[in-house]
């Protein structure tokens, strides 16, 4: 099962940390960890080439698991405040098409919020 955990501040999105794999089907042919591979990465590229923001991002070569923080997303980092609006909105809409994926791949994916503060 892939297990991920998004990070909220405030009650603003700012990362998330992705474990495991999702058992879907056999490796090249899993449909599911291919989308939200396919995801994750567009979201940290979006975020780091669109937005022009730096995402502090760790992608472990052996297990696979990720963990995104984008302090962009959040005022005390990030004066512009259209920036910020847009790097949380996009971590908003994954976590939210996680989610809806969640009420058909349930046995596969699990998804959680925490509130938690980016320690310096």
Same mark, same amino acid.
């Given at each position: 099962?892939? &297990? =991920?955990?998004?990070?909220?501040s +405030? $009650? @603003?999105f700012?990362g998330?940390e992705?474990?495991g794999?999702? $058992?879907?089907? /056999?490796?090249g042919?899993? =449909? ?11 979201i *940290? +590229?979006?975020i780091? @080439?669109s937005?022009g923001?730096?995402?502090?991002y =760790? *992608?472990?070569? !052996?297990?696979?698991? *990720?963990?995104?923080i984008?302090?962009g997303a959040?005022? &005390?980092?990030?004066s512009? /405040? #259209? #920036? &910020?609006y847009? =790097?949380a909105g996009? *971590?908003l809409?994954?976590? /939210? ?5 969640? !009420?058909?791949y349930? !046995?596969?994916?699990?998804v959680?919020?925490l509130?938690?503060?980016? @320690? /310096?």
């Amino acid at each position: 099962m892939t &297990r =991920i955990t998004f990070y909220k501040s +405030n $009650g @603003v999105f700012y990362g998330f940390e992705e474990k495991g794999h999702t $058992g879907y089907e /056999e490796a090249g042919r899993d =449909i599911l960890c291919s989308a939200i591979s396919a995801m994750t990465m567009l979201i *940290i +590229n979006a975020i780091e @080439v669109s937005y022009g923001s730096d995402a502090d991002y =760790i *992608i472990d070569e !052996e297990t696979t698991d *990720i963990k995104l923080i984008a302090r962009g997303a959040l005022e &005390r980092f990030e004066s512009d /405040e #259209k #920036k &910020r609006y847009a =790097i949380a909105g996009l *971590i908003l809409a994954y976590y /939210e098409q996680l989610k809806e994926l969640t !009420e058909e791949y349930y !046995e596969y994916l699990s998804v959680d919020v925490l509130e938690k503060e980016i @320690v /310096e």
